[in-house]
């Protein structure tokens, strides 16, 4: 890859595969959204991180919620309280621009260095959600009316948004983005995971939990597959109960760090954690 393209690259806590990191930088130099999807725990949210930290810029995260309108990253107007200074006979009521205050993307445009805007999980707005972005997120700018002013980006921010693929986007928005869908990771990058946050994990230990934790995402009836980050959070309780690792051998000790749901603890209990496993 040629050096004016690679730029973001793996950090200290964050280990990203190959394809991964070229898709990220091809985004960023193309000056494309690069839109993340993977089930929960495969480490989208904490891309956006990463890249920021990697490059040394400054993150904005506009967490998208079902109740979230476009107009919400962008500017709001305060006109309620507008009237109410008004009708008390505060000053400065005619400034309009007192009562508008930007939102995550107004943020964004207006910094004064370029920065990573990460727009978290796009999926849990409405169908609208992601076309109200389209024009704002080509053009780089916006209008507020009630100040008859436009917002232009000072920079031009790295777009990340994820999504957890609850509902499909719309194709026009598609079209607009670059797309990674991260795989989970298989043992061998999970393991480099691990020894990023874990770097003196005994080489037997490591061995257990990763064989443990695979063979529990191995069962099809499971209602919620452990993720990466509960995997990190099991490993981090093992250690500080001071259980013998050759527990992992006959049973998962402090499931619940692992497992999530009832349905799917009763089914891990009653396979005996991994006991099978040779």
């Not at 309280?81 to 943020?107: F, P």
């Not at 921010?157 to 719309?170: R, Y």
Request: one cysteine or more.
């Amino acid at each position: 890859m040629s050096e004016n393209i690679t730029r973001f690259q793996s950090v200290d806590d964050y280990i990203v595969d190959d394809d991964l990191m070229l898709t990220t930088n091809i985004a960023i130099s193309m000056g494309k959204p690069l839109l993340v999807k993977g089930e929960p725990g495969t480490g989208k949210t904490a891309l956006a991180e990463a890249i920021a930290k990697s490059l040394g810029k400054k993150l904005i995260i506009w967490s998208i919620k079902s109740t979230t309108k476009a107009q919400d990253g962008l500017y709001q107007y305060d006109v309620v309280r507008r009237l109410y200074d008004s009708e008390l006979g505060h000053e400065g009521v005619d400034d309009v621009k007192r009562y508008i205050k930007l939102g995550k993307i107004g943020e964004a445009f207006t910094a004064e260095e370029q920065c990573v805007l990460l727009i978290d999980e796009i999926d849990k707005a409405d169908m609208e959600f992601p076309n109200d972005l389209l024009w704002e997120l080509d053009r780089m700018e916006f209008y507020i009316p009630e100040t008859d002013e436009t917002i232009k980006a000072k920079h031009a921010p790295i777009v990340v948004i994820t999504s957890n693929a609850e509902k499909e986007l719309p194709d026009a928005f598609l079209r607009r983005c670059a797309f990674h869908y991260i795989e989970f990771p298989d043992k061998k990058l999970m393991r480099d995971i691990v020894l990023a946050h874990y770097p003196d994990l005994e080489e037997e230990l490591m061995d257990q939990v990763l064989d443990a934790f695979f063979f529990v995402r191995s069962y099809d009836e499971l209602k919620k597959k452990p993720s990466t980050s509960e995997l990190l959070d099991w490993i981090n309780a093992l250690a500080l109960s001071g259980l013998p690792t050759d527990k992992l051998k006959q049973e998962l000790p402090l499931a619940g760090f692992l497992v999530k749901k009832d349905e799917d603890l009763d089914l891990v209990k009653k396979n005996k954690g991994f006991g099978g496993l040779r």
